[in-house]
Each structure stands twice: as structure tokens, then as C-alpha cells.
């Protein structure tokens, strides 16, 4: 998965090879407004990664009925609950709330 700021350096470079130098230095102060929002995007959707695989290592869990399977699935799913847990820690940290916009107050 490419990220957003990946996009924006691609198009950049696209951009000051059409038109020089000139838009270079207007691009790269628009990127450097937006990093924090595109951080903070990348850290709402592994947030969100990481919730999907939690409610599927539940899932994994709850079907699993051979002795090693179940084994294997506690194992997955302590594994995908710390993940989660990481990332749900970090948006607090930078107040992330639902739906990837940083929570003002």
C-alpha cells in the first residue's frame, strides 16, 4: 500500500519535471502543511487494520474446535489484541478520535 505522502513526493517530482523548478517550492509547503494529516491518516487506517484483525482472530477463535487449533488461535488472537491495543494507544496520544480527524476539544 502506497501512502499518501508516497502519492504526494510521486506527483511532486511529475510536477517539476512538466514545470521546473517553479511549483516545486509551492508543493513542497503543502506537503509540509499536510504531514501531521497524512500521519495522522496512516495511523487511523493500521488503527482500523488492526481492528479488523482482532474481530477476526475472534472469529478464528470461536470456530476452532481440534485441541492445536484453539491453541493457535489464543495465540493469534493475544497476538491481534496488542496490536490493536498499540494503535488505539497512539490515537489517543495524537487525540485521534472515530474517523481519523484529530479531536479539537
Known sequence: MI???GQVERLKEETKAKFGGKA???IKSAIEEN???ADLLDLYTLTQQARIGWEEAWRF???A???DMV???I???N???KRYDYFVKLAKEKNLRNGGAPYDG
Do not use: C, R, W
Open 61 to 63: 477463535f470461536h470456530q
Open 65 to 67: 474446535v481440534d485441541p
Open 79 to 81: 497476538a491481534a489484541e
Open 71 to 73: 491453541d493457535n488461535a
Open 75 to 77: 495465540f493469534t488472537l
Open 24 to 26: 516545486g517550492a509551492s
Open 3 to 5: 501512502s499518501l505522502i
Open 35 to 37: 504531514k501531521d494529516a
